[in-house]
């Protein structure tokens, strides 16, 4: 008889046990899984930041977030933004886009007009609802992280189809991306009546 009892308490302290390692391994496995996720995505921006933005022209849409997310520095002017879509997924009322971005801000250098600060050929992804009239509406923004984990990063924020592009060929958007810039910036340099040259490298 006590020889049963102890038995049955043996059983019930293993049970206790075996049900204790298993809630662990299982709390371990899920918070791997969040990490492994968020490990090579850095969402820089989101819609509690720019929630005003409802705009039925994505194009439109990706420039003032681009434009919101800088800041003129002590020299600068004027904020631009240049960026070239790669490719976009449309769900129901859900817009993710592939881009290529670049952005700065323009100040002057004795009579050149010239970036003073900025950001060059960045992959980015960014994402949108769409409501029922079409308009837009910012949510976030994603950027590769630096260092090591940058090819990672993009890996994972990247479609299979666009890893070539925004790892090895991201410069043969910088023409494209540069006109934009440069037009932003002339029409600053028009609105004061200056003829500085403009000048991005």
Same mark, same amino acid.
Do not use: C, W
């Given at each position: 008889? !006590?020889?049963?009892?102890?038995?049955?308490?043996?059983?019930?302290?293993?049970?206790? !046990?075996?049900?204790?390692?298993?809630?662990?391994?299982?709390?371990?496995?899920?918070?791997?899984?969040?990490?492994?996720?968020?490990?090579?995505?850095?969402?820089?921006?989101?819609?509690?930041?720019?929630?005003?933005?409802?705009?039925?022209?994505?194009?439109?849409? =990706?420039?003032?977030?681009?434009?919101?997310?800088?800041? &003129?520095?002590?020299?600068?002017?004027? &904020?631009?933004?240049?960026?070239?879509?790669?490719?976009?997924?449309?769900?129901?009322?859900?817009?993710?886009?592939?881009? !290529?971005?670049?952005?700065?801000?323009?100040?002057?250098?004795?009579?050149?007009?010239? /970036?003073?600060?900025?950001?060059?050929?960045?992959?980015?992804?960014?994402?949108?609802?769409?409501?029922?009239?079409?308009?837009?509406?910012?949510?976030?923004?994603?950027?590769?992280?630096?260092?090591?984990?940058? =090819?990672?990063? &993009?890996?994972?924020?990247?479609?299979?189809?666009?890893?070539?592009?925004?790892?090895?060929?991201?410069?043969?958007?910088?023409?494209? !991306?540069?006109?934009?810039?440069?037009?932003?910036?002339?029409?600053?340099?028009?609105? /004061?009546?200056?003829?500085?040259?403009?000048?991005?490298?």
């Amino acid at each position: 008889m !006590i020889n049963n009892m102890k038995l049955m308490k043996n059983k019930k302290v293993l049970f206790i !046990i075996v049900g204790t390692l298993a809630i662990v391994i299982l709390y371990i496995l899920l918070t791997s899984e969040n990490s492994k996720n968020s490990e090579y995505e850095v969402e820089t921006l989101n819609s509690n930041q720019y929630n005003q933005i409802h705009i039925d022209n994505l194009n439109t849409a =990706i420039s003032k977030v681009l434009i919101n997310e800088q800041t &003129l520095n002590d020299n600068g002017k004027v &904020l631009t933004e240049g960026h070239v879509i790669l490719d976009k997924e449309e769900r129901d009322n859900y817009i993710k886009v592939y881009l !290529i971005a670049s952005g700065g801000s323009f100040g002057f250098e004795g009579n050149t007009f010239t /970036i003073t600060s900025g950001y060059s050929l960045i992959p980015m992804v960014m994402d949108f609802s769409k409501d029922e009239n079409g308009n837009l509406r910012f949510i976030k923004k994603q950027e590769p992280m630096d260092g090591s984990y940058y =090819i990672k990063s &993009l890996k994972n924020m990247f479609p299979h189809n666009l890893h070539k592009t925004v790892i090895h060929e991201t410069e043969r958007y910088r023409e494209d !991306i540069e006109k934009q810039q440069k037009i932003q910036a002339n029409n600053y340099l028009n609105s /004061i009546n200056s003829n500085a040259k403009i000048k991005i490298n």
